[in-house]
């Protein structure tokens, strides 16, 4: 099956850095060569994701700080009772 590249006007990637490139990515190089209408979109399902794995990361990040600056309160507490 051969794609006829007239009828693309859009390119979802998962930003791959394949994909990302400004030189000689993929998606410039159908650009360049194929398609010079091309569309450039970026998958929301995987934006999404990243965005909500870095979310999760920070918030286990404060949870621990937080929990290690209990047990610091709680070791110096125990430690000015002697």
């Known amino acids: ?3 006829n590249y007239q009828k693309a006007y859009c ?3 998962d930003g791959v850095n394949v994909f990302q490139g400004t030189k000689i990515d993929v998606i410039k190089q159908v650009h360049d060569n194929y398609v010079p209408h091309l569309i450039r ?3 929301m399902v995987h934006h999404t994701n990243l965005a909500m ?3 999760l990361n920070l918030f286990l ?3 621990l ?3 290690l600056q209990t047990f ?3 070791r110096q507490i125990w430690s000015s009772q002697d």
Request: aromatic fraction near 20%; hydrophobic fraction near 60%; include cysteine.
């Open 1 to 3: 099956m051969k794609l």
């Open 11 to 13: 390119f979802g990637k």
């Open 41 to 43: 979109v970026h998958c």
């Open 53 to 55: 794995q870095i979310f």
């Open 61 to 63: 990040m404060i949870w």
């Open 65 to 67: 700080e937080n929990l």
């Open 72 to 74: 610091a309160f709680v």
